[in-house]
């Protein structure tokens, strides 16, 4: 996720990134150790429940709750198994890494995750002993199967989860992700392992640092475009513009796809006008403009919240496409709806 700038600069390897001293998924609390009082700092976290991926369960049209310093939070995780690695203001974000315990009873255990906004939403996720994440991210790895050779575009690349996901499972994929903020770039090289991605990859990943609706590559345009744009835990206004996806459609090439993280009533703003359900809606309306029949939608819920994702171009062959997918993500194949009905 990230938001916007009207300049790129466009490199390997971002320049004079901040050096970064130690201190977006479902969203989830933490919450004290038992039997400590709660208090309102033990509830400070909540992060992205656009990311939990529980097909079976159809999400209620109601907003997300509030939490109170004295509700009982089921999917909270224990503030002590919680650590805090990294924690600074950039000149874009309220960045914050925390490390989850492995002992957590969580699905979060075992995890990094990447905070930017005051909210708390996850804006990236990689676990030290497994490689998929039950979380939206794991939809944007079912992307490449659907789409004809060429790049792939990240607008919004964060710490680098779904390019993870992309270039482990498909050896032929070749990622350009774009990222406004320098310094979420540095967070990932330093706590998410986007160094090691990079020198592993060097032909295969490209970090551009800037405006990630500028983005661009040469010859005949992108094979896919997954974007992830959120800023101050929001969809960026341009998103509900019919224009901005006009654009998006033109830098594809033949077959081309994008494959568009919508967010939903699970992400909560920093404006609180800014409503997580409302402006999914206006999204998608503003790509119906575009896409017309050729728009599906899927929806990732948990309990009152959900998060929805948009495809784009004609329904792929679902036989193939779930083929060419490992076992844990075929199930995804079914879910997809035209958003026409």
Known sequence: MTSLKPHIQPSRRSPALPTISPISAS??????????????????????????????????????????????????????????????????????????????????????????????????????????TTTYFDVFATFPPVLPPGPIGILGFGAGSAARLILHLYPEAQVHGWELDPAVVSVGREFFGLEKLEKQNPERLFVHIGDALQGEVGGDGFAGILVDLFSKGSLIPELQDSETWKRLKRRLRKGGRILVNCGGSCVEAEDPRRDGKLVMEETLKAMDEVFRQDLYVLNLGHRSEDSTLALTGPLPDLSAWRQALPSPLKHYVDMWTPFRG
């Not at 208090?39 to 939990?52: T, Y």
């Not at 369960?57 to 310093?69: C, H, I, L, M």
């Not at 909210?119 to 998929?132: A, E, T, V, Y």
């Open 27 to 132: 969203p989830f609390h933490l919450r004290p150790p038992e039997n400590t009082p709660r208090n309102p700092s033990s509830l400070l976290l909540r992060a992205a429940k656009s990311n939990q991926a529980q097909p079976q369960k159809k999400p209620s049209p109601s907003p997300p709750p509030v939490v109170s310093a004295g509700d009982h939070d089921e999917d909270g995780i224990p503030s002590d198994c919680v650590k805090t690695l990294a924690r600074f203001k950039s000149r874009y974000n309220y960045i914050r890494v925390l490390e989850v315990s492995r002992r957590a009873d969580h699905q979060f255990a075992g995890s990094r995750l990447l905070l930017l906004d005051a909210p708390g939403n996850i804006h990236s996720i990689s676990f030290l002993l497994k490689l998929l």
